[in-house]
């Protein structure tokens, strides 16, 4: 069956830190990878997302790379802000299909 | 700004009470979904509307009740809810479901209680 795998958190990190969420995915056939963040009170943001291997997508200064030999697609960011603090989400879609299937979520806490 | 609206944000019912929330996009997106998200969880898919048609319902007990009165709106109709039902009720969509690739775009949720 398909599946994602986010690293476990909750993850805090000091504001100007460089940040890496691991997300591993297993799946049939080549599907599309999603990152959504949920600030917060609010509901689910997209991110980024990357429909091919090799795909980098980027987005407000997170990216991840669709690595297909690894099967993973990780979420990095050269120096976090406050801001960011939220629940990160990874994950995939198949062609043809309509479910999202979503990793368990990472917390992330950027400190002042 | 979202571009998913979803009314009301809160809602307090008791497990006898009647009460709907309402999605609405004005994204000419083909395909809707429902969304049940408990505290520290990922989404649980409900239901998937496509084109107006339900496409999914992922055994959801019948005191949910989906409805699309047109391709801009989707409702869910609550009746005679368990406390284990409080949860944040999602709304998404997307241009339509033939095509995983594309992403879906979530409202802010309604936040439920139930009493």
């Known amino acids: 069956g398909n599946s994602v795998t986010q690293m476990e958190g909750p993850v805090t990190l000091s504001e100007e830190a460089f940040l890496t969420i691991n997300c591993t995915y297993t799946?049939?056939?080549?599907?599309?990878l999603f990152w959504y963040v949920q600030y917060p009170g609010e509901g689910l943001q997209l991110l980024l997302k990357?429909?091919?291997?090799?795909d980098k997508g980027s987005n407000k200064g997170f990216e991840a790379t669709y690595r297909k030999e690894t099967t993973s697609f990780h979420l990095e960011k050269g120096s976090v802000q406050v801001s960011d603090s939220a629940v990160y989400f990874c994950?995939?879609?198949?062609?043809?299909?309509?479910?999202?299937?979503f990793g368990q979520g990472t917390r992330l806490t950027i400190n002042p | 700004d979202t571009e998913v609206t979803q009314t009301p944000k809160h809602l307090v019912m008791g497990m006898t009470n009647k009460k709907s929330l309402k999605c609405e996009q004005h994204?000419?997106?083909?395909?809707m979904y429902w969304y049940k998200q408990k505290a520290k969880k990922p989404p649980e898919l409900m239901f998937v509307?496509?084109?107006?048609?339900?496409?999914i319902n992922e055994s959801v007990p019948s005191r949910f009740s989906p409805e699309c009165p047109n391709s801009s709106l989707l409702n869910l109709h609550l009746h005679a809810l368990q406390p284990e039902d409080s949860a944040l009720y999602l709304c998404?969509?997307?241009?339509?479901?033939?095509?995983?690739?594309?992403?879906?775009?979530f409202g802010d949720g309604t936040r439920l209680s139930i009493l």
């Open positions: 998404a969509s997307s241009q339509d479901t033939d095509r995983g690739r594309q992403p879906q775009h």
């Open positions: 799946a049939t056939g080549y599907p599309s």
């Open positions: 990357a429909t091919k291997a090799d």
């Open positions: 994950a995939l879609s198949r062609q043809g299909a309509q479910k999202l299937v």
């Open positions: 994204m000419g997106h083909r395909a």
């Open positions: 509307y496509s084109y107006e048609k339900l496409s």
